[in-house]
């Protein structure tokens, strides 16, 4: 340890000691490990202050252009050693601990997992604050501080059951609560037309309620804390917490009822839109957030800057996917009615501050809302679309006269079953860019949802595909592996992800490798004693370790997995002679609480696991593991552990992926479909280092043309209608012999997901596999150039690529 990090060691201990005593009252002898962890995050983000606020005033007094990243979800994870290794303080850190007693990594398990994001997106919408930081760009993420956030997913006995979160229990030491900062949302009422002038009216929006966002602000450490941004988060609260009239009458629960309703906004991420409710709830969200955020950064502009006019100048919005399109109206809203700026200059602020991610090629997730709904809840929102809606549709008439499937395709409001708002054509018109988040993905963004749209904007769609946080999913999962690399390429490495590629040429030295192949095993060691503790299931760090950790949905196809694990379940059973390479399958996700076929997924996942594991004919040559309630935290376990990476979707249907690229960084090699980033890994790593099988985009699409059903595959597959004749007589389910007879007529009938078709094609790539790993050499070489070869996927460099061709800011790195 250096002399600074040793004065810094004993500054961080005195600071901890402090906020213990005077903060939160407990002395040293008293104090439990929940105890010191809340004085270390105080302590620490003490260290953080002054550089945040010093950059947020810079920003403003030097007039740069802010990002401002609205999201539904930010899944942040656990923030200690996020900060503290960012800040460079992680070995200082754990020397004023140890004088103190405490152990930082036991310590550190007391920090609760904020469960504010589902997935993909919401690890993505993480990882860029952080690369935005990182690369010294001013910028704000706006989201939803969601009191219980996703659900807590219990399974009792392979069943899941979804119970609250409860991340703020003991509060959130990482953030400040703005109670000064609250804007106004509303809901419902009425417009009214006032006349301002002969030729001039004006609308006003007078909502039926109005429901308070208040601001809490966690700062965003980048790396080595040359820069630090905010993360804002709005809570819902109720203007009249109580109705006191009804509670002094007798009536103590009806005089809440108001409060709990309009407080519900900000209770839980994704809420069931199965019902009505649900679904008025969702929008309710989308709504609340986006307006408080454009309400927010309409403020602060105005203060600084005076005039709505100059916001493309000074302001990019990103929407995070369709969830905050609303946006488009909002901002049009604040311009026009509340500024009075004339309708076609305010649509050119509105166009020119907003751009659009698209996630998702699926059409559910590009979402609609009833119109009924709309007129009911955001009546002069309605209006607005209804106006933007007119002068696109009277745009593409003048070009494309008579053309009505064209203007039926491109219009705002869909017009066949229940008129719907068409919230992804709304976020494209509304955008001066739209951006796909893969190559592949982009380009289907063009020939498929936005096809027409790609006709009349031909400039509009590009590409930016995604990237993880080399500082989270690297250097602080997985130590041992960044110390390797540090010694092998430079203590550069830790600084700019593309000298990673200075690693291949240590990809064939054999002493190399076997230092590779023992961080790996300890890595593994410590998932295995996960699993142990978590399941009661032991599994040997020798084996493959075949991990598949996303959310739970059939077009990810973990039923493909788990027909393959059956599979190969029985032919080991069948030929016990060979020389089986030994797995364990690794599986992690929750399925939505109203995705009935994704829980029965989960189920079967649990019904193999019980019965291969508790079979002694396999022994050690298959084991199979589903871990509960994967988070960030679970995910940094798993990561650096993996041997074989699944990332199975069916092609075409997985914009991006994020999960393959943490994998492959860890030196995992990736089995996986032509889908998503898994065609620019294959690119980046090499066809030698990869398992790539199944049916190409193409072929899928022409597949789903013919109507082409699972039978013909199942019945060219003998091995595998023998896994689906042992599923649907109950072999896996003798409680319940019918539970799968449905999931399993699927497959044979429509198999919208192709699992039938791509069965045997994976079946065979999974035996490559097990080829290579028998190959020791072969295998670590792959895995090294994995690592190696994937510095390109860093989010720093996606996040760049925005700066310079969607933002027009600048990066200072």
């Known amino acids: 340890m250096t002399h600074d990090q040793a004065a810094d060691a004993t500054s961080l201990r005195d600071a901890i000691v402090r906020?213990?005593?005077?903060?939160?009252?407990?002395?040293?002898?008293?104090?439990?490990?929940?105890?010191?962890?809340?004085?270390?995050?105080?302590?620490?983000?003490?260290?953080?202050?002054?550089?945040?606020?010093?950059?947020?005033?810079?920003?403003?007094?030097?007039?740069?252009?802010?990002?401002?990243?609205?999201?539904?979800?930010?899944l942040v994870g656990r923030l200690l050693r996020d900060n503290v290794s960012n800040l460079g303080l992680l070995e200082p850190l754990r020397e004023a601990l140890q004088t103190l007693g405490v152990d930082f990594d036991a310590m550190r398990q007391e920090e609760p997992d904020a469960a504010l994001g589902n997935g993909g997106l919401g690890r993505l919408a993480a990882c860029f604050m952080e690369s935005l930081a990182s690369l010294g760009i001013p910028a704000f993420g706006y989201g939803i501080r969601y009191e219980h956030g996703l659900f807590r997913q219990i399974l009792h006995e392979g069943w899941q059951h979804e119970y609250p979160e409860d991340w703020l229990t003991f509060g959130n030491p990482w953030e400040f609560a703005r109670p000064e900062i609250a804007h106004d949302i509303g809901f419902g009422g009425s417009v009214e037309a006032v006349r301002v002038s002969e030729t001039e009216m004006r609308h006003v929006w007078h909502p039926a309620e109005t429901v308070q966002a208040v601001a809490y602000d966690t700062p965003v450490v980048g790396w080595r804390g040359r820069h630090i941004n905010t993360l804002r988060l709005w809570s819902a609260r109720a203007l009249d917490p109580l109705k006191l009239e009804a509670f002094n009458y007798g009536d103590h629960v009806g005089a809440l009822a108001d409060r709990v309703r309009q407080e519900a906004i900000s209770k839980v991420l994704y809420p069931s839109d199965e019902s009505p409710a649900g679904q008025e709830l969702r929008l309710r969200q989308e709504y609340f957030f986006t307006s408080a955020a454009l309400q927010d950064l309409v403020r602060r502009h105005l203060r600084v800057y005076g005039d709505l006019r100059s916001l493309p100048d000074k302001v990019a919005i990103q929407l995070n996917d369709t969830h905050p399109a609303i946006a488009v109206a909002e901002l049009m809203r604040i311009c026009v009615d509340l500024h009075g700026i004339p309708w076609d200059e305010a649509w050119e602020v509105t166009r020119g501050a907003i751009s659009y991610t698209n996630h998702t090629l699926l059409p559910e997730a590009l979402e609609s809302w009833s119109v009924p709904l709309m007129e009911r809840l955001l009546p002069r929102h309605m209006q607005i679309i209804y106006l933007i809606n007119a002068h696109h549709l009277d745009s593409v008439r003048a070009r494309w006269p008579g053309d009505v499937r064209l203007l039926s395709s491109v219009s705002l409001i869909e017009e066949g079953h229940g008129r719907r708002v068409r919230m992804g054509h709304l976020a494209f018109v509304g955008s001066h860019k739209v951006n796909g988040v893969s190559a592949l993905h982009s380009e289907l963004l063009k020939k498929t949802v936005f096809r027409d749209f790609h006709l009349l904007a031909p400039d509009r769609i590009v590409n930016k595909t995604n990237g993880v946080t080399f500082r989270r999913w690297l250097q602080q999962s997985n130590p041992g592996l960044t110390g390797l690399l540090v010694e092998a390429v430079g203590p550069g490495v830790l600084d700019d992800a593309g000298l990673l590629e200075g690693l291949a040429k240590q990809a064939d030295d054999a002493g190399f490798r076997d230092r590779f192949a023992s961080v790996k095993r300890s890595n593994k060691e410590a998932l295995a004693a996960l699993i142990r503790q978590q399941l009661d299931l032991r599994v040997d760090p020798d084996?493959?370790?075949?991990?598949?950790?996303?959310?739970?949905?059939?077009?990810?196809?973990?039923?493909?997995?788990?027909?393959?694990?059956?599979?190969?379940?029985?032919?080991?059973?069948?030929?016990?002679?060979?020389?089986?390479?030994?797995?364990?399958?690794?599986?992690?996700?929750?399925?939505?609480?109203?995705?009935?076929?994704?829980?029965?997924?989960?189920?079967?996942?649990?019904?193999?696991?019980?019965?291969?594991?508790?079979?002694?004919?396999?022994?050690?040559?298959?084991?199979?593991?589903?871990?509960?309630?994967?988070?960030?935290?679970?995910?940094?376990?798993?990561?650096?552990?993996?041997?074989?990476?699944?990332?199975?979707?069916?092609?075409?249907?997985?914009?991006?992926?994020?999960?393959?690229m943490k994998l492959a960084l860890n030196g995992a090699l990736t089995m996986g479909t032509l889908d998503g980033a898994n065609v620019e890994i294959l690119e980046h790593v090499g066809e030698p280092n990869i398992f790539i099988f199944g049916l190409t985009t193409e072929e899928v699409e022409a597949r789903r043309r013919d109507g082409t059903h699972g039978l013909a595959a199942v019945q060219a597959s003998p091995r595998l209608a023998e896994v689906l004749e042992a599923i649907e007589a109950g072999v896996f389910s003798p409680d319940d012999r019918g539970r799968y007879r449905e999931l399993m007529a699927s497959i044979r009938g429509h198999d919208y997901f192709m699992v039938a078709s791509d069965f045997d094609s994976y079946f065979q790539a999974q035996r490559q596999a097990d080829l290579r790993w028998r190959d020791r050499a072969a295998w670590l070489r792959s895995a090294a150039l994995n690592t190696a070869r994937v510095g390109w996927f860093s989010s720093d460099r996606t996040i760049a690529e925005y700066a310079a061709e969607i933002w027009n800011v600048p990066v200072r790195r």
Request: proline fraction near 3%.
């Open 19 to 74: 906020k213990l005593t005077y903060e939160m009252g407990k002395s040293r002898s008293g104090a439990r490990e929940r105890d010191w962890f809340l004085a270390t995050a105080l302590a620490v983000r003490n260290r953080v202050i002054d550089r945040w606020l010093e950059a947020t005033r810079a920003a403003y007094e030097q007039g740069e252009k802010q990002v401002y990243y609205l999201s539904l979800e930010f």
């Open 543 to 660: 084996a493959m370790f075949d991990v598949q950790i996303k959310r739970i949905h059939e077009y990810k196809r973990q039923l493909l997995n788990i027909l393959e694990t059956v599979a190969l379940y029985d032919a080991i059973r069948s030929q016990p002679h060979l020389d089986w390479a030994p797995r364990v399958k690794i599986f992690a996700g929750k399925a939505a609480a109203s995705y009935h076929r994704a829980k029965l997924i989960i189920k079967l996942a649990h019904d193999v696991a019980r019965v291969v594991n508790g079979d002694p004919t396999v022994r050690d040559r298959l084991k199979v593991a589903f871990l509960p309630n994967y988070n960030v935290s679970l995910a940094e376990t798993i990561v650096p552990a993996a041997d074989l990476s699944e990332q199975i979707s069916t092609a075409g249907m997985e914009a991006s992926g994020t999960g393959n």
